[in-house]
């Protein structure tokens, strides 16, 4: 007796939830459905205005001052330089080398003409 009371009372428990979880989807479908009508009410499309075409489009001069052009920077990091030569591209395009160019090339050639007088 007491088992058949307790199974009549689970599942009347059981048919219970079924009824609220229904009652919540019921809830919630009817609510998306009000929010889509409510979207498509607020999306309704609207024209745009034509162009006027009787007075054409006439570009003005820009007000800001042309970009100024640098130099692209071809220079090795010194942690990229080779090793066997110890010198980067900034080593060699700063202007101390060229300076000093032009003396190294007397004095070689001073060492040069030496030589051949010897």
Same mark, same amino acid.
């Given at each position: 007796?007491? /088992?058949? /009371?307790?199974? =009549?009372?689970? @599942? ?12 919540? $989807?019921?809830?919630?479908k009817l609510e998306e459905e ?5 979207? $498509?009410?607020?999306?309704i499309p609207k024209a745009q205005?034509?162009?006027y075409f009787d007075r054409p489009?006439?570009?003005? /001069? @820009? ?6 052009? /640098? ?5 090795? *990091?010194? =942690? ?5 030569? $110890? ?7 700063? *202007?101390?080398?060229?300076? =000093? ?13 030496? $030589?051949?007088?010897?």
């Amino acid at each position: 007796m007491e /088992r058949a /009371r307790f199974a =009549h009372q689970g @599942s009347r428990e059981g048919e219970i939830n079924q009824a609220i979880q229904d009652g919540k $989807r019921e809830t919630t479908k009817l609510e998306e459905e009000e929010e889509i009508k409510r979207l $498509r009410k607020e999306l309704i499309p609207k024209a745009q205005l034509m162009p006027y075409f009787d007075r054409p489009f006439v570009p003005r /001069r @820009s007000e800001k001052q042309p970009t100024v052009p /640098r130099e692209p920077k071809f220079c090795i *990091p010194r =942690h990229k330089t080779i090793k066997c030569c $110890r010198m980067s591209c900034n080593d060699m395009s700063g *202007p101390s080398q060229l300076q =000093h160019l032009p003396s190294s090339i007397e004095k070689a050639e001073a060492l040069y003409k030496n $030589r051949i007088l010897q």
